[in-house]
């Protein structure tokens, strides 16, 4: 038996035993979200490669009597070191046909950098629609100091899209991820 005043050894142990399974557990979880993230893009079909096998077999059947006007935007937050646009600021699409798009990004940070794209598609009725089967989006791009380039985007638009929405808007947030290039040096 404890002293008064001493702490209790078996609960200081049990409460140590359930923070280690705790740990564990949030550590198990960490690995499962993989798989999991997996199942789930397959299930909704976005963001695994079924989605670009799909949106290509939809290309055989445009909806030629439709069009949907799809405006491109960018944006960059926080510290503004990138000059990033759109090549042209908008399309007018049939849905059911796939088309391309460019943008610019120019790296002026002043040193080496990676540059992550966050896209957005608004309104968020159309975002289930519209289907990018290549993207600059999709994977962190690295940049040297001072270099530019254009990078494609390859979409589609669902026949599926509600018949009251004729303009869909894609927009983009480069965000520069300096963990990444850090690891590229």
């Not at 968020?124 to 530019?148: I, L, M, N, W, Y």
Request: glycine share 6%.
């Amino acid at each position: 038996m404890n002293t008064p005043g001493e702490p209790p050894k078996v609960t200081n142990r049990s409460l140590a035993g359930r923070l280690f399974l705790f740990a564990a557990g949030s550590f198990a979880f960490g690995f499962a979200l993989v798989p999991l993230y997996d199942v789930l893009c397959s299930v909704w079909e976005v963001g695994n490669r079924w989605t670009g096998e799909k949106a290509v077999a939809v290309v055989e059947h445009p909806q030629a009597d439709r069009l949907v006007t799809v405006e491109f935007m960018t944006s960059v937050p926080n510290n503004g070191r990138w000059e990033f646009r759109p090549l042209v600021a908008a399309l007018q699409v049939h849905p059911g046909q796939l088309y391309s798009a460019q943008f610019h990004a120019q790296n002026l940070s002043g040193h080496d950098t990676v540059g992550q794209a966050v896209p957005s598609v608004a309104p968020s009725v159309a975002a289930q629609h519209f289907r990018k089967t290549e993207c600059f989006c999709f994977t962190p791009q690295p940049f040297r100091k001072d270099e530019g380039r254009d990078m494609p985007v390859r979409f589609i638009v669902d026949r599926d899209l509600p018949a009251d929405v004729d303009r869909v808007t894609l927009s983009y947030a480069m965000f520069e991820q300096p963990a990444l290039a850090a690891v590229r040096q």
